[in-house]
């Protein structure tokens, strides 16, 4: 296996830093809440008020959640070109507005800081990640894949017959077992059709997908 690394990096969104007066803030509103609800007192139109003014003046964009391929409807909020929710789609047949937990974290993929945005590239032996372009690791990857199965396509392989006493049958096979496909729950028909017509191109055998396991 090759010790090369190809990651990608960097983050959006700077701005998300709690502080200690933005902690205690929000501690403070969770405990009046949490007082006022235990006299008794119906938050749900409090609740209801307090997420239309979170998407005021925004675009409300339909999307799919995209960690599993049960497909949740999503309804992400937009304003000034950046998400600032993320939330279940109540006219979406499977979900009607419901989200698991993963589901309703989708927010954090995007805005975080943690997120991976750039291309990096970590040397055969090397200790530090290096930035390259996107188009130099699309290249790149494509190279590897071209040279692994020059190396080791196969045209014909000897078959074993089911009766130890036969002779060996040499069959056609024209395949690769050095390299292996998995795909994700999130690929639509479109691209699995694409995938697959690839990988059988090129003579892999091990094709599998994420949302199967």
């Given at each position: 296996m090759s010790q090369n690394?190809?990651?990608?990096?960097?983050?959006?969104?700077?701005?998300?830093?709690v502080t200690r007066r933005n902690l205690l803030a929000a501690s403070g509103a969770g405990f009046l809440l949490g007082g006022v609800a235990g006299l008794g007192v119906d938050l749900k139109p409090l609740q209801a008020a307090i997420q239309k003014l979170k998407i005021a003046g925004t675009r409300q964009v339909p999307s799919v959640c995209p960690y599993c391929a049960v497909g949740c409807g999503q309804l992400v909020h937009v304003r000034g070109g950046q998400i600032v929710n993320i939330e279940g789609n109540p006219d979406s047949p499977i979900n009607r507005g419901t989200l698991c937990p993963k589901g309703a974290a989708t927010y954090?993929?995007?805005?975080n800081t943690l997120r991976l945005t750039k291309v990096k590239y970590r040397p055969p032996g090397g200790t530090e990640w290096e930035e390259k372009p996107l188009e130099w690791a699309m290249t790149e990857i494509a190279q590897r894949v071209k040279a692994t199965r020059d190396a080791t396509f196969a045209e014909f392989a000897d078959v074993p017959a089911p009766d130890p006493a036969a002779p060996v049958t040499r069959k056609r096979v024209n395949h690769t077992l050095a390299i292996a496909s998995l795909g994700g729950a999130t690929m639509d028909n479109e691209w699995n059709y694409v995938q697959a017509k690839l990988m059988r191109s090129l003579g892999v055998v091990f094709i599998e997908n994420q949302a199967r396991i």
């Open positions: 690394r190809i990651q990608t990096s960097e983050c959006s969104d700077a701005g998300n830093a954090q993929l995007v805005v």
